[in-house]
C-alpha cells in the first residue's frame, strides 16, 4: 500500500464473524490486490488500505459484479476438469490445507501477542475438506465454489 497502512484482520470481524474467516478474509483481499481483475485489485487495494469497508465492497454492485463473475469462471473450470485433473486438485488441496494449518499455528504469536491467538493443533486438526465425491469443486454445491480455486486463491489455470 502506497502510505504502508493496511488493515488487520480485527478490522474484517465486522463481516468476518470470527478471527478465522477474518484471516482468510485479509489473505482474499491481499491475493485479489494483485489478481489480473482490475476491478477486482481496486476493491481489494481500497478495502486493504482503509478506504473501503469490506462491507462498502462486498454491497458495491460493480465489485459485486466483478465477485460473481469470477466465480462463474471458476465453476465452469471445475465442470470441465477430467476425473484425473479432479484427482490431482485434490492432492493440491491437500498440500495447500495442510500449509494454510502450519501458517495458522504460527501466526498471531508474535511480540505482544499471547496463547489463543493462532489456531490450535486441536482447532486445526479439526478443520478438514469438505467431501468431494468425484474432486475438488466438481458438483460442490450451490455455485460450484470449492477448493483452492475459488476467490482469493492463486491457483489459477
Avoid: C, N
Wanted: glycine share 16%.
Amino acid at each position: 500500500m502506497p502510505d504502508g497502512r493496511e488493515v488487520d484482520q480485527s478490522e474484517l470481524l465486522g463481516v468476518a464473524k470470527d478471527e478465522e474467516r477474518a484471516r482468510s478474509l485479509l489473505r482474499a483481499l491481499r491475493t485479489l490486490s494483485t489478481g489480473p481483475d482490475p476491478k477486482l485489485r481496486e476493491m481489494a487495494r481500497g478495502v486493504l488500505r482503509g478506504d473501503l469497508t469490506a462491507e462498502q465492497a462486498f454491497t458495491d454492485p460493480e465489485y459485486t459484479a466483478a465477485l460473481f463473475s469470477g466465480a462463474d469462471k471458476i465453476r465452469r473450470a471445475g465442470e470441465q476438469r477430467t476425473d484425473a485433473e479432479a484427482r490431482e486438485a485434490s492432492e493440491r488441496f491437500g498440500a495447500w490445507q495442510e500449509a494454510r494449518r502450519t501458517e495458522d499455528e504460527h501466526e498471531g504469536q508474535g511480540p505482544g501477542e499471547g496463547q489463543g491467538q493462532g489456531v490450535s493443533r486441536s482447532d486445526a486438526g479439526t478443520r478438514s475438506a469438505p467431501h468431494q465425491p468425484s474432486g475438488p469443486w466438481r458438483h460442490s454445491g450451490p455455485g460450484g465454489l470449492g477448493g483452492p480455486g475459488g476467490l482469493g486463491s492463486s491457483g489459477r489455470r
